[in-house]
């Protein structure tokens, strides 16, 4: 039977409050506190050592982005490593903060669906992840023309912007993770717990791991060296199960106008290529497609875990 | 009264193959008040969590206004408010911002939920408060906010769910207070206490929720009456009575002599006019005739206590 009216009612109503709050809140202050100092100063690293080593470059905006000093990593792997923490800290309260404080019946009892309360709870977490994002980009633009002082090419402003959405997607997955498990488990401190296990072990020991399980699906054979290359792909295949692994080669190709592949390139492929010639924006786009596709997939299903879940949850406080 | 704005029939709920409400019928009139009493875990809030759609019923249907709140739950919603137990709000946002939230989820245009919200916030008596944080709010403020978001909405139908529970006797009477005005407004009140002497206050009917099932249903002159045939005690004092001619008198069902002197008249009804022109007539001399009718409270232990026999 068809559902009476939009299950969309009332879900703008619901985002803008929980964006209002999350911008509010003491704890996105912090988040934002904590990315800003961190971008800053790899920015601040970044420009130092383009000016030490970099003589003549065609894409030197993006190197802002990629570039390191140590001990300080890039802004790209400072993003890879905080941005799952900021999508975390938006949803790991997000259901069960409501049972929590009783709220839950009352909201639900006003004219909407649960539909509209799960979907603008994400879309309010989306909606501050992207001005958060924005303004951070809009400053790195800003500091990069102030420090280096070079404008940014058409090509530096595509390519920033298509980091800046997968950037924006990449935090999506982990915001949708900390939903499902806020919906999944009726504690707060247990779902933040949980989500910050599971950001440890994927952005952390994932890299220790996917070798490890690689070597014990596929063994070497020492008189078969194709293994060699099988048990590469296996050991990449499974490090792609992380979606920091993911972000990273998106961050890779797109900063990076140079690099050809996320892959092993074999001599053969590599004829008649013009090394060091950079791909177009829209070729690099094409080669991260299916990492893109699988960040927005992990974001789905997670999404739908939490919608199904949510949907059969018992409402009682 | 009018039309039938609630209708139950059959309706069941199960979780893991335990019933916790069996097959219960109900119907409510509009601008009727009906208590649902019982124990702890008899099914009450189950109930009421089904009428709104909610929880789905494992069996049985419902109509809330002629609508399934299932299948048409934004047209139910619209007409029926609901105050949980232990009402919670957004501690961070103001009382009006909390209001605000729930009138925008309602659809109301702002200049609409600001003309409303100043009413019922006035009406509560809480207009003063409003601008201030909901985690400054006391228990009996934030019950009485809950209120307010009902008498924003301009429901049809309300549902209270333990709305006095935990609360101190000036704020339980605040509450009552504003609850009588739903009921005065003709809005169709439901609401779920323990506090026998709330819900006599405000109900023309209850229903006593006993193990998932609705033991009763009716008025709580019909509960006294069923639980005790004698529901009325009268006590009378006069000299020179003859108790034989007293039992005689029709409606009476014993007289034993009073503890402090007199006599004690257990009756099916009100018969001191009757009882006084008997001794009258027979050449007594009254000095006083006062009429007790069995309380909801004692008529509700009377009823537990049968089951618990019968069980």
């Known amino acids: 039977m068809k559902r009476e009216g939009t299950p969309l009612r009332g879900l703008m109503a619901v985002a803008f409050k929980e964006a209002a709050d999350h911008i509010t809140s003491a704890r996105m202050h912090l988040m934002m506190l904590l990315l800003l100092l961190s971008a800053g100063a790899a920015v601040y690293a970044a420009i130092g050592q383009i000016r030490q080593t970099t003589a003549q470059d065609p894409y030197l905006f993006l190197k802002l982005f990629t570039v390191a000093r140590e ?10 490593f905080l941005l799952p923490l900021l999508g975390i800290a938006l949803g790991f309260d997000a259901v069960n903060g409501e049972y929590g404080r009783r709220t839950l019946s009352r909201i639900l009892a006003q004219p909407i669906y649960r539909d509209a309360v799960l979907f603008g709870k994400f879309l309010g977490g989306l909606l501050v992840i992207a001005i958060a994002l924005v303004t951070l980009w809009l400053l790195m633009m800003g500091l990069g023309i102030l420090l280096l002082g070079l404008p940014p090419s058409g090509d530096d402003v595509a390519r920033g912007l298509a980091y800046l959405l997968s950037t924006v997607v990449y935090a999506s997955v982990w915001l949708a993770l900390s939903i499902a498990l806020s919906t999944v488990l009726r504690s707060a401190a247990t779902a933040a717990l949980t989500a910050l296990a599971i950001w440890l072990i994927l952005s952390v020991f994932w890299s220790m791991i996917s070798p490890l399980a690689a070597q014990a699906l596929v063994p070497l054979d020492p008189l078969n060296p194709i293994t060699v290359l099988w048990q590469f792909e296996t050991q990449q295949a499974i490090s792609r199960i992380s979606p920091a692994t993911l972000y990273g080669e998106i961050s890779a190709m797109l900063l990076d106008p140079t690099s050809r592949s996320v892959g092993p390139v074999f001599l053969g492929q590599l004829q008649g290529a013009l090394i060091g010639a950079p791909l177009s924006t829209f070729q690099s786009i ?8 699988g960040m927005v997939a992990a974001m789905l299903v997670l999404f739908t875990i939490a919608y199904v879940i949510f949907q059969r949850q018992e409402v009682r406080a | 009264m009018s039309g039938i704005v609630i209708e139950a029939k059959g ?3 199960q979780y893991s193959g335990r019933t916790v409400v069996g097959g219960i019928d109900l119907t409510v009139n509009e601008g009727e008040a009906l208590g649902l009493l019982g124990p702890n875990g008899a099914g009450k809030t189950t109930t009421i969590l089904m009428l709104l759609g909610l929880t789905e019923a ?42 605000a939230y729930t009138a925008r989820l309602g659809g109301l245009t702002a200049s609409e939920a600001k003309e409303r919200m100043d009413k019922a916030l006035e009406r509560v008596n809480l207009l003063q408060v409003a601008d201030r944080r909901v985690s400054t709010y006391s228990r009996g403020m934030r019950q009485r906010l809950g209120l307010a978001e009902l008498l924003m909405r301009r429901c049809r139908i309300v549902i209270l769910d333990e709305p006095t529970s935990g609360l101190d006797p000036q704020s339980t009477n605040e509450l009552l207070g504003i609850i009588q005005q ?36 009716g008025t709580p002159d019909e509960l006294a009456q069923r639980v005790d045939k004698a529901s009325f005690r009268i006590e009378l004092e006069a000299d020179e009575v003859d108790p034989e001619k007293v039992r005689q008198v029709p409606g009476v069902t014993a007289v034993e002599p009073g503890p402090t002197g007199g006599w004690q008249v257990a009756a099916q009804s009100d018969i001191r006019v009757e009882l006084a022109r008997t001794i009258v007539n027979s050449g007594g001399k009254l000095k006083r005739l006062d009429a007790h009718r069995m309380g909801l409270g004692e008529a509700y232990t009377k009823f537990f206590e049968e089951a618990r026999h019968e069980a």
Not at chain 2, 73 to 90: A, N
Not at chain 2, 190 to 205: A, K
Request: net charge positive; with cysteine.
């Open chain 1, 71 to 80: 001990p300080l990593p890039s802004f790209a792997s400072f993003m890879g």
């Open chain 1, 286 to 293: 094409l080669i991260i497609w299916p990492q893109i596709s």
């Open chain 2, 11 to 13: 309706l069941t709920k």
């Open chain 2, 58 to 99: 494992s069996a049985g249907t419902v109509r809330i206004l002629g609508k399934d709140p299932m299948r048409e739950p934004l047209s139910v919603k619209r007409e029926v408010g609901y105050l949980p137990d232990q009402v919670g709000f957004y501690d961070n946002l103001t009382g009006r911002e909390n209001l």
């Open chain 2, 182 to 217: 739903f009921t005065q407004d003709g809005t169709t009140v439901l609401i779920s206490s323990h506090l026998l002497d709330v819900v006599q206050s405000i109900c023309t009917r209850v229903a006593l929720f006993n193990s998932g099932r609705i033991g009763f249903i």
